[in-house]
């Protein structure tokens, strides 16, 4: 839609044709981008993946003629000058003949106006949203950011708003704040996330002193229920991005069976109190001393992979995630230059091991750095075990890159080309991430002698940004040490 109303701007008509059921979709990103009436032909069926003359040129031809006349049909008063909507932030008066009925009709008109996340809300009163806001030193008027699709604008005071929605408390808005930051970060592709059919989802996990001070759960059940910080931390960025980003399910996010942990995302603290290594952020130029919170775009439903200590060593472990990471050399043969391929996509992964398996890599010699540049390593293919179309697939993906025009997902970054060049040759091993930047471990779950797991979230790389990873410090914080 986006692309179509670009081409209308620069004087150049369109119209989009879409899959039944997306109408809605259609219309509602239309209207973000300030041409409502664009036109639409809808069009049975759903044909992504499937080959040109099984199934997209009959389509196009059973509706050329819908096509050409939405084309040449002059535009009405309404197309060639759309009212403009202007976004503002008005006080609602609810009143009922008690309090457990003026409860109810205001989560009914909040849930009637897509304004909430289906679970019952905590009354954003002025008084309510002025204790939230104690939590920052930060101006209420600060400006965020704006969130896809439909481009709302995050500042401190709506933040607030939403988190006392979500049941969060004070000390736990500079945590939000920050998290929003990544989100609303430029080069953050929250619009896949947000709008795609796939069921992706978000991690988020603080490093630092202030998860233990706020008291965010790190050990047993740590991506579980019972605990607020965790769970009204994650519900407020859930209602952040729903009313910034005007998502709603069939509406505008098209997640075609939903997306996992919905209300709450998988929002946990890393457990640096039984962790070996260093915190998280260290890794990515922050102080040890420094707090931070980390948003990932992550896998849907079957995203998990578990693994156990249980009768196996951490090399073996470690084998076993080298096994899997290395599958992903399909997307060598699976890429073809024009087609968006999923499958083809460069990925990324996020490794949540307990602290006794990163005991035991330290005794081996890993820190968190040394043990993604081993996977990378061993995961890496050599030029002379590739097969032709592989071959074929990284040099057409290559030659993509320098000419430009590619998906993000399906890019070599300009630093890492050469790199690739040269491995696309005999005695060269190619890798099938793009950096060990890409394997990134935390530290989280039981520290007692109860055996642990390993969750493994992995996901495609940014599809319309570049990235979807980001940590923020957090900062502003007034009700805790950490964060100030």
Not at 237 to 258: E, K
Not at 428 to 455: C, Q, R
């Amino acid at each position: 839609m986006t692309g179509a109303v670009r081409l209308e701007e620069k004087g150049i008509p369109g119209v989009l044709a879409v899959a039944r059921g997306f109408e809605d979709d259609a219309n509602t990103a239309a209207n973000v981008n300030g041409m409502p009436f664009l036109r639409l032909v809808v069009i049975p069926g759903y044909v992504w993946g499937r080959q040109p003359r099984e199934a997209k040129k009959p389509l196009a031809e059973a509706h050329f003629a819908e096509l050409v006349e939405a084309l040449l049909k002059p535009l009405s008063i309404e197309e060639m000058k759309p009212e403009q909507k202007k976004e503002r932030l008005v006080p609602i008066e609810v009143t009922g003949d008690s309090y457990e009925d003026t409860f109810e009709k205001f989560n009914q008109l909040f849930l009637d106006n897509r304004w909430g996340d289906g679970l019952p809300l905590v009354l954003p009163t002025p008084e309510r949203v002025k204790w939230m806001l104690s939590g920052t030193s930060r101006s209420p008027e600060e400006i965020i950011g704006k969130v896809a699709p439909g481009k709302g604008i995050a500042t401190i005071e709506k933040i607030a708003i939403n988190a006392v929605m979500a049941g969060a408390k004070p000390e736990y808005l500079p945590v939000i704040i920050a998290a929003m930051e990544g989100l609303t970060d430029e080069n953050f592709d929250v619009l896949h996330m947000q709008a795609s059919t796939g069921n992706f989802t978000l991690a988020i996990f603080v490093s630092g002193s202030i998860g233990k001070e706020i008291n965010m759960n790190s050990g047993i059940g740590y991506l579980g229920h019972g605990w607020r910080a965790n769970n009204t931390i994650g519900r407020a960025i859930r209602l952040c991005l729903i009313n910034f980003g005007h998502v709603w399910p069939g509406i505008s996010d098209m997640a075609n069976v939903g997306r996992p942990s919905p209300h709450t995302f998988y929002t946990f603290a890393e457990n640096t109190e039984f962790s070996p290594w260093q915190p998280y952020h260290v890794d990515y130029g922050f102080k040890p001393e420094d707090s931070c919170v980390t948003v990932s775009t992550v896998g849907g439903y079957g995203g998990f992979g578990v693994s156990h200590l249980i009768g196996r060593s951490a090399q073996e472990i470690l084998n076993e995630l080298v096994r899997g990471i290395g599958t992903n050399r399909r997307i060598f043969s699976l890429f073809r230059r024009g087609t968006a391929n999923p499958a083809a996509h460069w990925s990324k992964h996020i490794l949540i091991i307990y602290p006794q398996l990163a005991a035991e890599f330290q005794k081996l010699g890993f820190t968190q750095a040394k043990l993604a540049e081993y996977i990378y390593n061993r995961t890496s293919v050599p030029y002379e075990e590739l097969g032709m179309d592989e071959i074929r697939g990284l040099q057409e993906r290559i030659q993509g890159c320098l000419d430009g025009g590619m998906l993000y997902a399906d890019q070599i970054p300009p630093d890492r080309l050469a790199a690739f060049q040269e491995a696309l040759k005999p005695g060269g091993k190619v890798p099938v991430l793009i950096s060990p930047k890409d394997i990134h471990f935390v530290v989280a779950g039981t520290s007692s002698g109860v055996p642990g797991s390993v969750v493994w979230l992995s996901y495609i790389k940014a599809v319309y940004k570049r990235t979807s990873h980001q940590t923020r410090k957090i900062r502003g914080a007034t009700l805790t040490e950490a964060g100030r």
